[in-house]
């Protein structure tokens, strides 16, 4: 049956957002400082990513780019096309996602489950051709092509054929205001006003991009840390104005970047961290065993970012960080001991079983 209720408030749309502020336990007493992570997997599609594709489905459709039965057109590494799958099949949409073929089989099996048809392309650099935002931009194009085709064959004034939007997470800033808007504020009052640092890894850059700018106005002495993973230019970019990799492989998913995005263009970046792999996964198992949180790979990244930012910040000291996704969406990947092994990531904490070695 119809709402009458705005389109943001209709059915599971409501659930996405208002997430707990965790206090990771073991990190806060082993640092002194209090360490908290936003839990995102908690989100009604599982990650972060739904705050960010409720913004943009609703921007469209409220500038009247997109109506029921249109197909948004993603290119994605995983969570925002599991995300948009779920928005989409709220409002009575179709989706097209163009996913690269080292994302987590568990990943393209959600967005299928939601309905989602996926287009497998291969993992190459964005300047190739291949690379999934182009191949989304194509698919965009000739799916309107067909649709403008079928609307000269029409009589004049008949309702205009299903269309292709493409929401462009990297450069639409409808992803940094979902962040502004709605995580933003919920860190300042779930801390009262306490934040000292936020921690956060960036993708498309649309979390710390909103997040900095709504922190940095209710007090501007909140120091924004960009966490950033191996193969990933944004820290020296930062650092230098350079994107420079330290040419590692990461796998860390849907983190780090060699191009800059509108979104992260706009982020109020203080400092950086760099996170190896293997203390990011170590942390993975860490919070598993030891606080019995279960999250994924760039999540466990911003917990040990957050970690070494608290070593630099006075005794007492609050630091949010976000828990971006769930561990059971990497368990053919960082939480499978074969997958470990041919990577030569096996977890190792400190002799006294306490902290990931050497974080
Ligand atoms: N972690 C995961 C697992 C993600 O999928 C993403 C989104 N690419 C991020 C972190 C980063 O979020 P953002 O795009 O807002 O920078």
């Known amino acids: 049956m119809a709402s009458s ?10 659930a996405v957002g208002e997430t707990p502020l965790v206090r990771l336990h073991t990190l806060s ?5 209090e360490i908290y992570g936003k839990a995102e997997h908690l989100n009604p599609a599982g ?3 739904d705050r960010a594709a409720k913004f943009l489905v609703l921007d469209a459709f409220k500038r009247g780019l ?10 994605t590494g995983g969570n925002t096309g599991i995300a948009l799958a779920m928005v989409a099949s709220a409002l009575g949409l179709r989706t097209l996602i163009t996913v690269p073929d080292n994302v987590a089989k568990e990943k393209r099996d959600m967005m299928e489950r939601y309905g989602a048809e996926i287009l497998v392309v291969p993992q190459v650099p964005f300047s190739n051709p291949e690379h999934f935002y182009h191949a989304a931009k194509r698919e965009r194009d000739r799916m309107n092509a067909d649709a403008d085709k079928a609307m000269s064959t029409l009589p004049q004034g008949s309702p205009r054929p299903p269309r292709a939007y493409f929401p462009d997470q990297f450069e639409n800033l409808a992803n940094r205001e979902a962040h502004r808007a709605t995580t933003g504020p919920e860190i300042w009052r779930q801390t009262s006003g306490k934040v000292n640092a936020f921690v956060c890894a960036s993708g498309t850059g649309g979390t710390i991009s909103g997040v900095s700018s709504y922190l940095k106005e209710q007090d501007s002495r909140v120091r924004i840390v960009l966490a950033d993973c191996h193969g990933s230019g944004l820290a020296s970019f930062v650092q230098t104005g350079e994107l420079v990799s330290d040419g590692l492989k990461t796998v860390t998913e849907g983190i780090g970047s060699m191009r ?18 293997a203390e990011a996964v170590a942390m993975g198992y860490f919070l ?6 279960f999250i994924g790979p760039s999540a466990s990244l911003n917990a040990a970012a957050a970690v070494k930012v608290a070593r630099t910040l006075p005794a007492g000291s609050t630091i949010v960080t976000i828990m971006c996704d769930s561990g059971e ?12 092994q041919e990577q030569q990531l096996q977890p190792a904490f400190d002799a006294n079983g306490r902290l990931p070695r050497n974080l």
């Open 260 to 277: 800059l995005t509108a979104n992260f263009k706009s982020a109020a970046i203080d400092e950086c961290v760099r996170v190896s792999d």
């Open 288 to 293: 598993l065993q030891f606080e019995g949180i």
């Open 5 to 14: 209720a705005p389109l943001e408030m209709q059915g599971i749309l409501a």
């Open 47 to 49: 990650s972060v990513k």
């Open 329 to 340: 969406r990497y368990t053919s990947k960082t939480f499978n001991k074969g997958f470990l």
């Open 29 to 33: 007493e082993l640092t002194g400082r």
């Open 66 to 75: 997109l109506v029921p039965g249109d197909t948004i057109v993603e290119g």
